[in-house]
T-cell receptor, first 114, second 112 residues
Framework: DGGITQSPKYLFRKEGQNVTLSCEQN?????MYWYRQDPGQGLRLIYY???????QKGDIAEGYSVSREKKESFPLTVTSAQKNPTAFYLC?????????????FGNGTRLTVT | SQQGEEDPQALSIQEGENATMNCSYK?????LQWYRQNSGRGLVHLIL?????REKHSGRLRVTLDTSKKSSSLLITASRAADTASYFC????????????FGKGTTLSVSS
């Protein structure tokens, strides 16, 4: 079955540590996205990539970094510079590079930083 | 930048009733999409309506779009307990190289 796999489902880290969230897709989609969701809030865009080796900052990129070395993988690193990293992180992908295509989502990683 | 705003924030109904959720947005769009999210899970795409369309149906879902009022509504007919979830609208603005912008969502609770 094609889809997006995010791992791990739950992640716990101490403040000051960097942490990398995994996102892999086997849908052969060109574009991939990272969103952050806080309780009772909508999704806020962190980074997105429309082709391999290229990515753009979203609305809340500060304290995060990404790489897109392979079409199927788009890992997100939450750095110690992120002031409030505890959140639910969602990875998504879409076919083609144009804006407005439907997104396919993974089931998220819940990160808790203490 | 929050583009879409859903209304109401929360909605509680009985099984068999219809549920209507509204979404307002601020800027010109290419299309508007609705997504569903079950608790603790990722979002699932429900339906897409283009800016030149006024109404679209998919099973028990009916979506309308009024570009003059910059608003959309999602109607779920004959609701079931399994429809309990959060529903989000997302807009694609008329600008190349941009991503979808999501609203804060409506939480729907359907009791049996």
């Amino acid at each position: 079955d094609g889809g997006i796999t995010q791992s791990p489902k739950y992640l716990f880290r101490k403040e000051g540590q960097n942490v990398t969230l995994s996102c892999e897709q086997n849908l052969n989609h060109d574009a991939m996205y990272w969103y952050r969701q806080d309780p009772g809030q909508g999704l806020r865009l962190i980074y997105y990539s429309q082709i391999v080796n290229d990515f753009q900052k979203g609305d809340i990129a500060e304290g995060y970094s990404v790489s897109r070395e392979k079409k199927e993988s788009f890992p997100l690193t939450v750095t110690s510079a992120q002031k409030n990293p505890t959140a639910f992180y969602l990875c998504a992908s879409s076919a083609g590079q144009g804006a407005g295509r439907p997104l396919h989502f993974g089931n998220g990683t819940r990160l808790t930083v203490t | 930048s929050q583009q879409g705003e859903e209304d109401p924030q929360a909605l509680s109904i009985q099984e068999g009733e219809n549920a209507t959720m509204n979404c307002s947005y601020k800027t010109s769009i290419n299309n508007l999409q609705w997504y569903r999210q079950n608790s603790g899970r990722g979002l699932v795409h429900l339906i897409l309506i283009r800016s030149n369309e006024r109404e679209k149906h998919s099973g028990r879902l009916r979506v309308t779009l009024d570009t003059s009022k910059k608003s959309s509504s999602l109607l779920i007919t004959a609701s079931r307990a399994a429809d309990t979830a959060s529903y989000f609208c997302a807009t694609a603005v008329n600008q190349a190289g941009t991503a979808l912008i999501f609203g804060k969502g409506t939480t729907l609770s359907v009791s049996s």
